[in-house]
């Protein structure tokens, strides 16, 4: 149940912070081999005790569910706090579609419940009946359905989803009258750097601006007109069209670095180090949501890090200090 005060939800939040991994921690479970390190973690509680069968992933994700549950308990907004959450829930819907699509079972790659129960997700993608949902969120996902029985592109599908999620963010912050400060740019740069993202990838695809204009978020600071120019400029250009606003610094260098790469993990990588960044810069606040999302992105980026260690681990490749303990 949701509490009385910010003040109240950041004391809590400083009192789980202190059971999170710490540098030490990490090179603990760095040094170890794979069976050693499951033990350290267990054994310093990770995981909520969950019967996982040694089973890191499932490890991992009884871990982030916890830490979400949480982030709702403590907190004296939850209909804010839950447009937190709802990256994980775009991730299960996704997953979801694709599954029902293509006639395979996801339950192994699902990330536990975000905003919305897991359950509560399946039912409605099943049923291909979104009701159960906020009004915003079912209309658009509604649509998306609509679009689905035409042609199942798993792009269109994929930005289908995304744009559903916006317009519920984006419809909660005006009920709410949010128009400024930390919770509008996290979800402004979010915007930016996914539709950054739909940029490179159409390019990728060879679409035009009537194709892209499809994918496109609403409601971020980059301009519609220059991300449908950016589809067919120069890709040297790129940089430099879409490197401006709050985070343009962030999106020019992840385009350099995708133009040296080809790889899109650069762009994702830096949006999610600019969301850290706004919740460090609001770290300290103790009447607001600023420490609040911190610890729920440190936790998502604690769980990304022991990811990759694990996999390194079992491919016997060394593995860098992640940037969370840099």
């Not at 997700?121 to 996902?141: E, G, I, N, T």
């Not at 999620?165 to 909660?172: I, M, P, R, S, T």
């Not at 035009?208 to 950016?230: H, M, N």
Request: net charge neutral; glycine share 6%.
């Amino acid at each position: 149940m949701p509490q009385a005060s910010y003040p109240y939800a950041v004391g809590r939040i400083k009192v789980l912070e202190t059971r999170m991994l710490d540098k030490a921690k990490w090179n603990r479970l760095k040094e170890a081999d794979e069976q050693e390190a499951f033990k350290i973690l267990t054994e310093s509680g990770y995981g909520s005790g969950a019967a996982t069968g040694g089973n890191v992933a499932l490890l991992i994700k009884a871990e982030l569910e916890a830490a979400r549950q949480v982030v709702l308990e403590v907190t004296p907004d939850e209909e804010i706090t839950g447009l937190f959450l709802l990256r994980t829930d775009a991730h299960n819907l996704k997953t979801l579609l694709k599954a029902r699509l293509l006639k395979t079972d996801a339950q192994t790659i699902l990330a536990g419940s975000g905003s919305f129960s897991l359950e509560t997700l399946q039912k409605c993608v099943s049923d291909a009946d979104y009701s159960a949902l906020p009004d915003s969120f079912a209309s658009a996902l509604t649509q998306m359905e609509q679009k689905l029985q035409k042609h199942t592109d798993p792009l269109m599908l994929s930005a289908s989803v995304d744009r559903a999620v916006f317009e519920h963010v984006l419809a909660v912050l005006k009920k709410h009258r949010i128009k400024n400060g930390f919770i509008r740019n996290y979800f402004t740069a979010q915007i930016d750097f996914i539709n950054v993202l739909s940029v490179v990838r159409a390019r990728a695809l060879q679409w035009k601006s009537e194709k892209l204009v499809q994918l496109l978020i609403p409601g971020g600071e980059l301009l519609e007109r220059d991300l449908l120019e950016a589809v067919e400029l120069p890709a040297e250009q790129l940089p430099r069209k879409l490197g401006y606003g709050a985070n343009g610094r962030a999106i020019a260098s992840a385009l350099e670095e995708y133009l040296q790469t080809g790889s899109t993990q650069g762009l994702e990588r830096r949006m999610d180090s600019a969301l850290m960044t706004l919740a460090k810069e609001n770290k300290y606040d103790s009447f607001g949501m600023g420490p609040v999302v911190g610890y729920l992105l440190g936790r998502e980026a604690e769980a990304k890090a022991l990811r990759v260690l694990f996999a390194a681990k079992r491919a016997n490749v060394p593995v860098a200090l992640p940037e969370l303990y840099a």
